[in-house]
């Protein structure tokens, strides 16, 4: 199965329908020991080491967000699966985390203010990257980062967002831009994979 957001809603998935098996595979449910404690370690060294707020756009069944939240931080979940928000609210019972179902490129979030912006595989699939990166700047609190997880996938029809061009779209956005490779860390997905894979964190 393809991860939630390498086939975006406009590539016409139902991922209600899809909800119920999404977390199968390995870097979806983070079930596997070795799978979940690689993607700690990749999130706790991309956010704050101080408590702060994160809203987590296109959060599926909020894998990600119950990592961050059992790293003491607060989390506001956004998907429009209705289905994926029933199924994180339900992984992070009890926990400091709320979610809401809406639109990731226009969270329904109001006037509140974050101190990080976390998407995975969600920005390549909007008709208007750039202008979503904008707006979830207007998101951030001063000194608020951006931890945006992308790729390309695929040998014959490739989908995705180049490293290279998202680079380019947060240079109005965004002042210091780290990006970090992951296609080389098999645990990450769960098997060797030899696509592009990487996270980028944009201070703003």
């Given amino acids: ?60 069944t909020g894998s990600l967000s ?11 979940g956004v998907d429009s699966s209705p289905a994926m928000v029933d199924l994180a609210r339900a992984k992070l019972a009890g926990r400091d985390a709320a979610f809401l179902v809406g639109d990731a490129a226009m969270p329904p979030v ?7 912006v976390l998407v995975r595989h969600v920005l390549w699939a909007l008709p208007d990257p750039g202008r979503a990166l904008r707006h979830w700047r207007e998101l951030l609190r001063p000194g608020g980062r951006l ?28 002042g210091q831009v780290r990006v970090e490779r992951l296609s080389g860390d098999a645990v990450l997905w769960g098997r060797a994979v030899d696509d592009e894979r990487y996270a980028v964190v944009a201070a703003v």
């Fill in 1 to 60: 199965m393809a991860n939630h957001r390498e086939f975006g809603a406009d590539a016409g998935m139902d991922w209600d329908a899809e909800a119920a098996s999404f977390d199968n595979e390995p870097d979806h449910g983070l079930r596997d020991p070795e799978v979940r404690a690689a993607w700690a370690d990749r999130l706790r060294s991309w956010l704050p080491h101080r408590a702060c707020d994160i809203l987590d756009l296109g959060c599926g």
């Fill in 66 to 76: 119950l990592l961050a939240a059992e790293q003491g931080h607060h989390v506001t």
């Fill in 110 to 116: 109001g006037e509140q203010r974050f101190d990080v």
């Fill in 147 to 174: 931890v945006l997880i992308e790729g390309v996938w695929g040998a014959v029809a490739p989908v995705g967002i180049p490293a290279e061009r998202l680079t380019a779209l947060l240079e109005p956005v965004a």
